[in-house]
Nanobody
Framework: QVQLVESGGGLVRPGGSLTLSCAASGSRITIHAANWYRQAPGKERELVATLTSGGSTKYEDFVKGRFTISKDNIRNMVYLHMNSLEPEDTAVYYC?????????????WGQGTQVTVSS
């Protein structure tokens, strides 16, 4: 079983930066692809960034140029680097990982980490 633990959220002023981390644990796992989603109060969960199995990255328009998704295959970590944060970025951020373990590939979700952008 693969477990994901997110960290790095917190309170930041507008214009500030944060880096979210998503640690995947479990034996013999390989991260193939990853996504970051977010959910603001009263809103649907929305896709923020994608890292494909081929290494390509895709970003939703509202974060393009400000956020960067990356992964560390050795440490089984996925990151979301967030710059120029705006109050509208306030949300709970979730990582989703497509990982292989024991010849089985499945999607796994983290528990979420709160990001609050406020002065």
């Amino acid at each position: 079983q693969v477990q994901l633990v997110e960290s790095g959220g917190g309170l930041v002023r507008p214009g500030g930066s944060l880096t979210l981390s998503c640690a995947a644990s479990g034996s013999r796992i390989t991260i193939h692809a990853a996504n970051w989603y977010r959910q603001a109060p009263g809103k649907e969960r929305e896709l923020v960034a994608t890292l494909t199995s081929g290494g390509s990255t895709k970003y939703e328009d509202f974060v393009k140029g400000r956020f960067t998704i990356s992964k560390d295959n050795i440490r089984n970590m996925v990151y979301l680097h967030m710059n120029s944060l705006e109050p509208e970025d306030t949300a709970v951020y979730y990582c989703k990982v497509t990982a292989g373990q024991n010849y089985k590939i499945s999607d796994y979700w983290g528990q979420g980490t709160q990001v609050t952008v406020s002065s």
